[in-house]
């Protein structure tokens, strides 16, 4: 069974710019949601995706977006880029739908550092 | 709304003592309850899980957590701390969002393991 996988690992942008983060779902999910973690705090829901459609959003502004893709894969890509988004970005794999299980297994994760 | 208060940002135990990580949340629901533990630049790794039935859970690593309704409470133990458990614990409660099921965190707790 493949785990979550997020690349890339560390990233480096500055301000105004635009990123995308990738992540490939656990094998068998359905389900692919996003968090920010700042430093020294818990993680902060961004959004959620099911089969390629969202359905549900944290308290981010409409710059945060994400897409996923018919095999569970999402993105997450951030425009205008300010220093706050500076953070460590978690993909969270489950299964959602009919199916629904509650846990959610994260990636690795990605470092976003904004200067 | 729901929300996780971790008492304790910084717990230090020795090695081979108690771990007791304290974890209080509110619900206007019956909550599903989550502990995840977080190794230095890694992601989420679940612990244990809490949804229905039986409030005692058991789960990795000799961890185990009792969801305890009236006290609102699901505290985190463990009988002996080995060097291994350093890390940075997070309590969840998850919550429907429209469709989305996403989880609400905990600030976290470091526990720090001395020889």
């Known amino acids: 069974e493949t785990g979550v996988t997020q690349s890339p690992t560390h990233l480096i942008k500055t301000r105004g710019q635009q990123v995308t983060l990738r992540c490939s779902s656990q094998s068998g999910h359905n389900t692919v949601s996003w968090y920010q973690q700042a430093l020294g705090q818990g993680p902060q829901f961004i959004f959620q995706y099911y089969r390629e459609e969202e359905n549900g959003r944290g308290n981010f502004p409409p710059r945060f977006s994400g897409l996923q893709f018919p095999n569970y894969s999402s993105e997450l890509n951030v425009n205008a880029l300010e220093l706050d988004d500076s953070a460590l970005y978690l993909c969270?794999?489950?299964?959602?739908?009919?199916?629904?299980?509650?846990?959610?297994?994260f990636g690795p994760g990605t470092r976003l550092t904004v200067t | 709304a729901q929300s996780v208060t971790q008492l304790g940002s910084h717990v230090s135990v020795s090695e081979g003592a108690l771990v007791l990580l304290r974890c209080n949340y509110s619900?206007?629901?019956?909550?599903?309850l989550f502990w995840y533990v977080q190794y230095p630049n890694q992601g989420l790794q679940l612990l244990l899980k809490y949804t229905t039935g039986a409030t005692l859970v058991k789960g990795i690593n000799g961890f185990e957590a009792e969801f305890k309704k009236s006290e609102t409470s699901f505290h985190l133990t463990k009988p002996s701390a080995h060097m291994s458990d350093a890390a940075e614990y997070f309590c969840?409660?998850?919550?429907?969002?429209?469709?989305?099921?996403?989880?609400?965190f905990g600030s976290g707790t470091q526990l720090t393991v001395l020889p």
């Open positions: 969840a409660v998850s919550r429907s969002s429209g469709s989305a099921r996403q989880l609400t």
């Open positions: 969270a794999s489950s299964l959602g739908g009919g199916g629904s299980s509650y846990e959610q297994y």
């Open positions: 619900s206007s629901v019956p909550p599903y």
